[in-house]
Nanobody, 124 residues
C-alpha cells in the first residue's frame, strides 16, 4: 500500500505563489510514477504535472507551463509542486497520486493510489 500525504494548500491572492508537498515513502518514489492533479467544484479532475520514477523527468500540462514546476527531494521522500503567478482559475483541491507505471501521463486512470488532497484557494 502506497501512502501519500499532501500539504501546503491555503488561501492566496492572485499573483501569489504556493509550494505544495506530497510526502511518500522512499519505496514509492523509487518505484512509482508520481502525478499532481486538481479538481475544482463541478469540474472533472485534471492532470497538472507528472514525474517518472526512474529518471525524474517531468511533464507539465501545456496550459500551466511557465507557472507550475514539479520536483522531488529524495532525501525527504517528498515531491513538490511549485505554483507561481496564481490565478483564481487555479482554485481547486490538489491531489498527489502514484502509478505503477514508470512514466505515467496526466490521465487519472493511469494512477493507482491517491492522497487525500489539499485545498488551494486563489482570490482577492
Amino acid at each position: 500500500q502506497v501512502q501519500l500525504v499532501e500539504s501546503g494548500g491555503r488561501w492566496v491572492q492572485p499573483g501569489g505563489s504556493l509550494r505544495l508537498s506530497c510526502a511518500a515513502s522512499e519505496f514509492a518514489l523509487n518505484n512509482y510514477g508520481i502525478g499532481w492533479f486538481r479538481q475544482a467544484p463541478g469540474k472533472e479532475r485534471e492532470g497538472v504535472s507528472c514525474m517518472a520514477s526512474d529518471d525524474g523527468a517531468t511533464l507539465v500540462a501545456r496550459r500551466l507551463k511557465g507557472r507550475f514546476t514539479m520536483s522531488r527531494d529524495n532525501t525527504n521522500h517528498t515531491v513538490y509542486l511549485q505554483m507561481n503567478n496564481l490565478e483564481p482559475g487555479d482554485t481547486a483541491i490538489y491531489y498527489c497520486a502514484a502509478s505503477t507505471r514508470v512514466a505515467p501521463g496526466l490521465t487519472p486512470d493511469e494512477y493507482d493510489y491517491w492522497g487525500q488532497g489539499t485545498q488551494v484557494t486563489v482570490s482577492s
